[in-house]
């Protein structure tokens, strides 16, 4: 008998074979609340909460050992976020400052595991709500603050409390858009939406004002566009290839333009200028320490200090108190410098690895909340030419950018099961 094929009942019912997926198990609430937790102390730069942290590091490193059969899997399977911080670790060798660069690099280490025990235990819904909760309690936390906003608010900078304000909102919006969330959290997260907006615009910060409204968009466009048009047939594969088409054309007729302006006119309208800020100068003074140890650069730990003339440079020029650790505001530079080459191969690595992952988690499920995860690794990859956040350990934009590579591998993983058996009925 050939089970393929539908075998025919009556003129109006036939059976059929279906394929059976599974998912994993939701996590408790309990275990959701301690996430909830560790987001929000690394959401939020508090005083005293680093024994919380090291609690909370403690409590995934024990859920890796009581559930190393569904953990361990989604370890290896993620190998490319751990070559980096490998390499990291072992550069205490050759780092000037060994003691901190073995402590940098058990962080490092440490924050792709805590990000894969999550997507182990939880699903990609559960992890965007708990990451959410973190944002609200932050904004909420910041109120008082209000007029410190342009000078960072809780943070040390604007930008940074600009750009977590930013990611507050999304992971708000796309609750209140997303038709799958229970109502009362989406009622919960409705007023975040334009606080957040407002929050960020008082910090003052230009670029994120503009990831704002291209994440406003994007979120809007999949939700009443994207996911809409998903009935007819190969309509979204048309669409993606003739974007792309106009994409191609419209950069050869730019580049093709004989000294055009848009560069400089794109910088001043996102508040930025042809030296970035005064980036620039610091991106010269990496080059030059990247060129005296090209390979495998200064390790970890080895240059923001307090005896390394040219750290101290930097900051004199920059008007910083002696011994500040600053960054280079560019997370390729960050790497070159501490890691050389050999590092910053493994950085493209990671980058690229987890931006197919997300983009490819997306083209095979365009919910809202892979949509969420695909437009906020757009801006985080966009953030490393001018910030270096993504090179920290334990920050919210570490945590989604991995988070989209790593989620279908765990709790959201879909398993087949088995064929069964089901009824076809025609319908007029």
Same mark, same amino acid.
């Given at each position: 008998?050939?089970?393929?094929?539908?075998?025919?009942?009556?003129?109006?019912?036939?059976?059929?074979?279906?394929?059976?997926?599974?998912?994993?198990?939701?996590?408790?609430?309990?275990?959701?609340?301690?996430?909830?937790?560790?987001?929000?102390?690394?959401?939020?730069?508090?005083?005293?909460?680093?024994?919380?942290?090291?609690?909370?590091?403690?409590?995934?490193?024990?859920?890796?050992?009581?559930?190393?059969?569904?953990?361990?899997?989604?370890?290896?399977?993620?190998?490319?976020?751990?070559?980096?911080? *490998?390499?990291?670790?072992?550069?205490?060798?050759?780092?000037?400052?060994?003691?901190?660069?073995?402590?940098?690099?058990?962080?490092?280490?440490?924050?792709?595991?805590?990000?894969?025990?999550?997507? &182990?235990?939880?699903?990609?819904?559960?992890?965007?709500?708990?990451?959410?909760?973190?944002?609200?309690?932050?904004?909420?936390?910041?109120?008082?603050?209000?007029?410190?906003?342009?000078?960072?608010?809780?943070?040390?900078?604007?930008?940074?409390?600009?750009?977590?304000?930013?990611?507050?909102?999304?992971?708000?919006?796309?609750?209140?858009?997303?038709?799958?969330?229970?109502?009362?959290?989406?009622?919960? &997260?409705?007023?975040?939406?334009?606080?957040?907006?407002?929050?960020?615009?008082? &910090?003052?910060?230009?670029?994120?004002?503009?990831?704002?409204?291209?994440? *406003?968009?994007?979120?809007?466009?999949?939700?009443?566009?994207?996911?809409?048009?998903?009935?007819?047939?190969?309509?979204?594969?048309?669409?993606?290839?003739?974007?792309?088409?106009?994409?191609?054309?419209?950069?050869?007729?730019?580049?093709?333009?004989?000294?055009?302006?848009?560069?400089?006119?794109?910088?001043?309208?996102?508040?930025?200028?042809?030296?970035?800020?005064?980036?620039?100068?610091?991106?010269?003074?990496?080059?030059?320490?990247?060129?005296?140890?090209?390979?495998?650069?200064?390790?970890?730990?080895?240059?923001?200090?307090?005896?390394?003339?040219?750290?101290?440079?930097?900051?004199?020029?920059?008007?910083?108190?002696?011994?500040?650790?600053?960054?280079?505001?560019?997370?390729?530079?960050?790497?070159?410098?501490?890691?050389?080459?050999?590092?910053?191969?493994?950085?493209?690595?990671?980058?690229?690895?987890?931006?197919?992952?997300?983009?490819?988690?997306?083209?095979?499920?365009?919910?809202?909340?892979?949509?969420?995860?695909?437009?906020?690794?757009?801006?985080?990859?966009?953030?490393?030419?001018?910030?270096?956040?993504?090179?920290?350990?334990?920050?919210?934009?570490?945590?989604?950018?991995?988070? &989209?590579?790593?989620?279908?591998?765990?709790?959201?993983?879909?398993?087949?099961?088995?064929?069964?058996?089901?009824?076809?009925?025609?319908?007029?």
């Amino acid at each position: 008998m050939n089970m393929v094929q539908p075998i025919q009942v009556n003129d109006k019912q036939a059976l059929e074979f279906a394929n059976l997926y599974s998912t994993g198990s939701k996590a408790p609430v309990w275990e959701q609340a301690l996430v909830t937790l560790w987001f929000f102390v690394t959401y939020l730069p508090l005083d005293g909460v680093t024994p919380i942290r090291y609690m909370l590091v403690l409590f995934f490193v024990g859920i890796t050992g009581i559930y190393y059969r569904t953990i361990v899997p989604v370890i290896l399977k993620s190998w490319p976020l751990f070559l980096l911080p *490998i390499f990291g670790l072992l550069s205490f060798t050759w780092s000037g400052y060994p003691s901190d660069a073995i402590r940098s690099g058990v962080l490092m280490l440490l924050t792709p595991l805590t990000i894969v025990v999550i997507a &182990a235990r939880l699903n990609t819904r559960q992890a965007l709500r708990c990451l959410m909760f973190a944002g609200m309690i932050t904004t909420i936390y910041s109120v008082p603050l209000m007029d410190t906003f342009i000078f960072g608010g809780p943070y040390e900078s604007k930008n940074l409390f600009a750009i977590q304000m930013l990611f507050a909102m999304l992971l708000s919006l796309v609750t209140v858009l997303n038709e799958k969330e229970f109502l009362w959290i989406r009622l919960l &997260a409705l007023p975040f939406v334009p606080v957040c907006f407002v929050f960020q615009y008082m &910090a003052d910060s230009a670029t994120s004002l503009v990831f704002a409204v291209v994440g *406003i968009l994007g979120l809007v466009g999949m939700k009443f566009f994207w996911i809409s048009i998903s009935r007819i047939r190969h309509l979204r594969s048309s669409m993606m290839m003739l974007a792309g088409v106009i994409v191609l054309i419209t950069a050869i007729i730019i580049l093709n333009m004989p000294e055009n302006t848009m560069m400089q006119d794109f910088l001043r309208l996102v508040g930025r200028d042809s030296t970035f800020s005064g980036r620039a100068e610091i991106w010269r003074q990496a080059e030059l320490v990247s060129q005296e140890h090209p390979f495998i650069g200064v390790g970890l730990e080895g240059f923001w200090q307090y005896d390394v003339g040219m750290a101290q440079t930097i900051n004199e020029n920059d008007f910083k108190p002696f011994g500040t650790k600053l960054t280079f505001h560019n997370a390729y530079w960050e790497v070159r410098v501490h890691l050389g080459y050999i590092g910053l191969s493994l950085f493209l690595l990671l980058l690229a690895w987890c931006f197919y992952r997300a983009l490819l988690n997306w083209l095979k499920a365009p919910t809202m909340d892979h949509s969420a995860l695909l437009i906020t690794s757009v801006i985080i990859l966009s953030s490393t030419f001018t910030e270096s956040y993504i090179w920290s350990t334990f920050n919210t934009l570490v945590n989604l950018y991995y988070f &989209a590579a790593v989620t279908t591998l765990g709790a959201s993983e879909r398993k087949f099961e088995r064929r069964v058996p089901v009824i076809r009925r025609e319908t007029v």
